[in-house]
């Protein structure tokens, strides 16, 4: 079982940037693939960026490419989403997700088997 608790959302203006954390609880986090997801009013939860285990290997939805990053701190229990050069378009609640998995991190919500509460991030223009 795993908890996870997002926090570091808010309001900032388009161009600005934000890093998102999720800390999670329970044990084995290092086995754990974990993946950021975001739903804006109206609109089906999307896929952001996910990462493995390790913290080798990333990947990114074309959304988030060369402007997001997402890691991982294995010793702290904690996935991060920096989003830089942000767009009133990025306005969500972002979720962050685990499933348990070695080998690579699903881009689908139904693949993962644990979610957060979610934050706000709210872009003006």
């Known amino acids: 079982q795993v908890q996870l608790v997002e926090s570091g959302g808010g309001l900032v203006q388009a161009g600005g940037s934000l890093r998102l954390s999720c800390a999670a609880s329970g044990r084995a986090f290092s086995t754990y693939a974990m993946g950021w997801f975001r739903q804006a009013p109206g609109k089906e939860r999307e896929y952001v960026a996910a990462?493995?285990?390790?913290?080798?290997?990333?990947y990114y939805a074309d959304s988030a490419q060369g402007r997001f990053t997402i890691s991982r701190d294995n010793a702290k229990n904690t996935v991060y989403l920096q989003m830089n050069s942000l767009k009133p378009e990025d306005t969500a609640v972002y979720y962050c997700a685990a499933t348990r998995l070695l080998i690579g991190a699903p881009v689908v919500p139904r693949e993962y088997n644990y979610w957060g509460q979610g934050t706000q991030v709210s872009v003006s223009s």
């Open positions: 990462i493995n285990w390790s913290g080798r290997n990333t």
